[in-house]
T-cell receptor, first 110, second 113 residues
Framework: EDQVTQSPEALRLQEGESSSLNCSYT??????LFWYRQDPGKGPEFLFT???AGEEKEKERLKATLTKKESFLHITAPKPEDSATYLC???????????FGEGTQLTVNP | NAGVTQTPKFQVLKTGQSMTLQCAQD?????MYWYRQDPGMGLRLIYY???????DKGEVPNGYNVSRLNKREFSLRLESAAPSQTSVYFC????????????FGDGTRLSIL
């Protein structure tokens, strides 16, 4: 059974304090790993897709990396507007179905 | 550019009532999806439509039906609502094929009393 576990469940940072969020997964035949950001009362907003171990993608203060068992979302010098829940999802096999983790709720204090 | 539009945004139903949630996308995507999001459970796939004219069950299809009305629209129907179906429902769409990111609407918040 495909599984995605995100840690920590919640993370509180001071503005400028860099950190990382973890997404551990077990899946048969990973086709893609996706990171989303979700603001309260909104739908998930797509951030990155990673396809193979060793791949990295960056967008502003965010950098996503992938190994064979986990992915990290690194947040460098975060700002209060980075506060949100970050979701990780995996796509196993040729089906477009995604399996989501429960998310990490990030709060960045000014 | 609206992306994925869901209606209604909020709804309260009584147990046993029926309801259809509407979803439309303007990105010319072939594939569409319905998820529910519950505290402690994450997003779970209810049904999806890989292309116009096809639908498939996801992880939690019981109690739901779907209709892919055309390329743009994908509806979710609750025939006899139950309190366990209280949730936030999200519709998403993507380019057909694996590895393609799904793009989500802002959800319908549904309470069943």
């Amino acid at each position: 059974e495909d599984q995605v576990t995100q840690s920590p469940e919640a993370l509180r940072l001071q503005e400028g304090e860099s950190s990382s969020l973890n997404c551990s997964y077990t899946v048969s035949g990973l086709r893609g790993l996706f990171w989303y950001r979700q603001d309260p009362g909104k739908g998930p907003e797509f951030l990155f897709t990673l396809y193979s171990a060793g791949e990295e993608k960056e967008k502003e203060r965010l950098k996503a990396t992938l190994t064979k068992k986990e992915s990290f979302l690194h947040i460098t010098a975060p700002k209060p507007e980075d506060s949100a829940t970050y979701l990780c999802a995996v796509q196993p096999g040729p089906s477009p179905r995604l399996t989501f983790g429960e998310g990490t709720q990030l709060t960045v204090n000014p | 550019n609206a992306g994925v539009t869901q209606t209604p945004k909020f709804q309260v139903l009584k147990t046993g009532q029926s309801m259809t949630l509407q979803c439309a996308q303007d990105m010319n995507h072939n594939s569409m999806y319905w998820y529910r999001q519950d505290p402690g459970m994450g997003l779970r796939l209810i049904y999806y439509s890989a292309s116009e004219g096809t639908t498939d069950k996801g992880e939690v299809p019981n109690g739901y039906n779907v209709s892919r009305l055309n390329k743009r629209e994908f509806s979710l129907r609750l025939e006899s609502a139950a309190p366990s179906q209280t949730s936030v429902y999200f519709c998403a769409s993507s380019i057909q094929g694996s590895n393609q990111p799904q793009h989500f609407g802002d959800g319908t918040r549904l309470s069943i009393l």
